[in-house]
């Protein structure tokens, strides 16, 4: 194990009805907030009229912002922030999913940031104070209802990058496994080969003795392989979207790290740059280059993947070479995901090499590249060629 | 799964060396720090001088309680509160294990209440304010250093009662596994039997849907039943102690009841009828007691056990009853115990049924004894019974 730091401030409200929590949270009565959502979906489903009602109730005055990208935009990270300082926002409140808590995260932050928020994504700049906000969560997928961690989008430079900040832990999060329901089943799906790229990320780190946690990774793949094929056949069913929503906080709140080097990353590194590009969905671009990230690692040291093949996907390890274990384990992964309905080749999406050179740099938005192997351009346009088809 | 709630607010400093973040915990110079510890053995070990430099650094007032006894009693509570009236303390620093903590959570909390601190322990009164406190663990096993339970002894009443507030969990702990290197054998032992116990105790619940909790609970007493034989043939391995304290703290924190009814606790309740009496370690009564409470519950209703017999023990449960299952996991429970050195029956610390009708009335300081089964005096009885040899 290395030496670590585990905390966690969010306060997580779990189970059905808990939006009423929501009432303790906002504390005494009139309150400015914020309240920040996606598309109109929330408005369909009740959960934009559940919220309204608990706010109402506290007599909040309540300002909003709609509209946030599934790759959310620095463009409307910017019109939050002009929202928070005209209206002297004092909690921001975001209903939807991951896109919609990054842009959160980004406006709590930008509004006291003088200059540019882009300053501040890639780290020219480093927040100092924010302004409180909850979730509450409408799709399980990224963790970022429990992690401080944002990804945000600049359209015009396509350009998508992550930044982080102790700032940027939500104060609470509300999780309705039913708020989940209407979900439909695309989303569900990238949500799931979401969470488990998270969990995979981690579990492809270099650092010895940390059984436990490595037995917690499996745990999550485990619970998740096993849950996801009958919450696919059954979209309404609470106790499977429970066991999803809770697998995809945990697969990603900072504890599948603890004690160690902190995972690879090179996949979604080089996803960042074919969203950034092709404005695909996050979920489809990891089920297309994950496998191939794996299966270009496991021909130089294929212990980790071996693990996984044996512990995970249950493979029969007898008479065969670890590369031919690792093997098996990462086609069980592509044919679990293909099972789920999720794209395997970048043609699914209409996507060939004629951009691969651009995509190659966007990929090395930051100076290192993965950790369990280190990337080169070489290698990244190699696991691009690997996935075209 | 239940509903739930998720929230944990002490920092955990993992690791080697972790002991400099304590500057940095202690703030600003100047703060009037009671240091709080046990017997002499952070003075045999360099942790108290370790401490010491840190706080001389920060140019911190430091006054001392030590002494605090394995069972930490409502006397030593009493005179931590007056030293923090009489000094106006500001931080109080647990140097010590489980008993050590326990008495600083009942010290910050009674610092601030008028009356008797017993009626805090005896749910009369409610803590309203406490002093800020920060552990440093020097032994791996009741997990109170992350948690805001307390255990305190009524000496005079022979009676050993829990309370827990949201007030009692520690602002920062320092787990630095060198730190219990010098742990003896049998106290490392007992430190394995509690800290499996508080996984146990948690696992035989009745909620379903909970895969994923059941999954981490069964990675935490796998990775401790792996690790604690090799820690006993080496007790200065490092990565064997960093193994067994991450479990330790992990087996008791909240995250493995997320979601469930936070199973049944009726063998701690009748250990610490056991140890009020009779003073014995808490992990050789748990060591004793908790098989004959499996096997005493299987009878009715084996579930769980069969589970944690073929997922933890590994029982082949070809052409067997759920029963038979179970009682051969119960059996490899014991045997892993014993072959650790823990005591397996009463007679091994000279106990008789001579105080046994005494001892279940101890067990009954709460209303309710058990959850997964509800005692009686009974039943109570009946396991003590079983476990006299």
Redesign the interface.
Known sequence: ??????????????????IK?LQQELGSAGKRVLLVYGGGSIKANGVYKAVKEQLEHRQAEVFELSGVEPNPRLTTVNKGIEICRDKQIELILAVGGGSVIDCVKAISAGAYYEGDFWDIVTRQAVPTRAIPFGTVLTLAATGSEMNNISVITHWERNEKRGWSSRLAYPKFSILDPTYTHSVPMDQTVYGIVDMMSHVLEQYFHRT??T??ID??M???L??VI??APMLLADLHNT?FR??VM??GT?AFNG?LS??TDGGDWASHQIEHGLSAIYDIPHGGGLAILFPNWMQHCAEDDPSRMTKLAVNVFGIDSAGKTDYEIASEGILALRNFWNSLGAPSKLGDYGIDASRFDELVEKSFMKDKVGQYKIMTRETVKDILMRSLS
């Open positions: 194990m290395q030496s670590f730091v585990q905390e966690n401030p969010t306060r997580i409200w779990f189970g059905e009805g808990q929590q010895s003795n059984t436990m037995r917690f499996e745990s999550v485990l619970t096993e849950a106790d429970a066991a809770y697998a945990t504890l603890s004690g």
